[in-house]
């Protein structure tokens, strides 16, 4: 990551304690503090300015609040122009819903060819999964990431959500924008297991708000491939205590060859890569969690599948850089570092690393 951009990450100090990344634009010119903006949202969105805004002042900051299971985004910024291409979405390897409130002005998204007004704290829902273009207003923003995974197959699997708008003077609209609100001016001050159980609560709220009025939402086609490894990885996740879950289970499963499931998982390192990483990140909660204290370690990683509590130990230390036992000890005494896995390597976005490996429960 450039060092135009301050990055400001401070885990589990000032008061906080859940981890926080906190960044503002630096550099010298207009150009130079974009750039910055750019780099560090590039694993989200492509990034550009309007062309009435390109001889103004550039200004942005962001926040935002590592709750375990969820992402809360606290961002202030000139107007800037986000989008995602169709190539893209079936490029990286996000699949979260991303549910954006306006606290000052605005934006438009654009869906099926038509241009949405988002006002001052309506809901947008953006689906990383699907192409977007979103022109944010200069203002202030909240901003929820929730993996699918923890939304119900009704709602998570719906196309029809991607571009929806949840005005703030219904019923819906304003519950769901307050809570996401109140949400970012709590987050502070949660303790870890805090956090967890309130971005579960906040995942079931945002499921019943969304399955409301659901159904008269028009569908855009979504590639069939893309959610044949929305399928997958939902099977694979209810699955993962099971050491049979191998890639040839995988494919007979769903019918499909070995290599073109190798294709489908390539941005995810391989299918086995995924697997293995899917099972390392439900142990870590699993060792962490106050209410499995009571567990042996070695018990929790056979329920997942790792036969062999030597080797478990081992890749456990590999992927997230400490033994289960001091993971364990590092999460009863509030290490905020405990829910994400192991840093990024020097110089990448950790922004990217914490969207990538978002847990799921």
């Known amino acids: 990551m450039s060092n135009i951009f301050t990055d400001m990450q ?8 859940i981890q926080t990344l906190n ?19 590039a694993s989200l969105f492509r990034v550009t300015r309007p062309f009435h805004r390109r001889k103004h002042s550039f200004f942005a900051s962001l926040t935002v609040y590592h709750l375990g299971l969820a992402l809360v985004l606290h961002g202030k910024s000139d107007a800037v122009r986000y989008s995602r291409s169709d190539a893209r979405t079936l490029r990286d390897d996000l699949d979260h819903l991303f549910i954006h409130v306006c606290r000052q002005d605005g ?12 006002n001052h704290l309506d809901v947008g829902i953006v689906d990383l999964a699907s192409p977007l273009d979103f022109v944010a207003y200069a203002g202030e923003s909240v901003s929820l990431v929730l993996p699918r ?14 571009g929806r708008i949840l005005l703030r003077d219904t019923p819906v609209g304003g519950l769901l924008g307050q809570h996401i609100m109140t949400l970012c001016q709590t987050a502070p001050r949660l303790w870890l297991h805090e956090a967890v159980a309130l971005a579960r609560v906040t995942a079931n709220l945002a499921d019943t708000c969304l399955a409301i009025g659901a159904s008269s939402q028009p569908a855009p086609a979504i590639a069939s491939h893309r959610s044949l490894v929305r399928s997958i990885r939902s099977y694979i996740e209810e699955r993962l205590h099971q050491p049979e879950l191998t890639p040839e289970e995988l494919a007979a ?16 390192g391989g299918v086995r890569h995924y697997i293995s990483r899917r099972r390392l990140r439900r142990a870590l909660l699993d060792i962490c969690s106050p209410a499995l204290r009571h567990r042996r370690i070695g018990d929790i990683a056979y329920d997942l599948g790792f036969r062999n509590e030597a080797h478990f130990s081992r890749i456990f230390h590999e992927a997230f850089g400490k033994s289960p036992r001091a993971a364990r000890a590092a999460g009863r005494h509030g290490d905020a570092e405990w829910h994400t896995v192991a840093s990024p390597a020097p110089g990448s976005n950790q922004l990217e690393h914490w969207l990538k490996e978002l847990m799921v429960g």
């Open 10 to 17: 401070q885990a589990g100090s000032n008061g906080s304690k």
């Open 23 to 41: 960044y503002s634009a630096a550099g010298t010119t207009d150009s130079d503090r974009f750039t910055s903006w750019q780099e560090l949202l």
């Open 107 to 118: 934006g438009h998204l654009r869906r099926s060819g038509e241009n949405r007004r988002l």
């Open 149 to 162: 995974s923890l939304l119900s197959p009704a709602v998570g699997g719906l196309g029809s959500q991607h």
């Open 253 to 268: 499963a769903f019918r499909i060859s070995r290599s073109q499931l190798y294709r489908l998982f390539e941005a995810s």
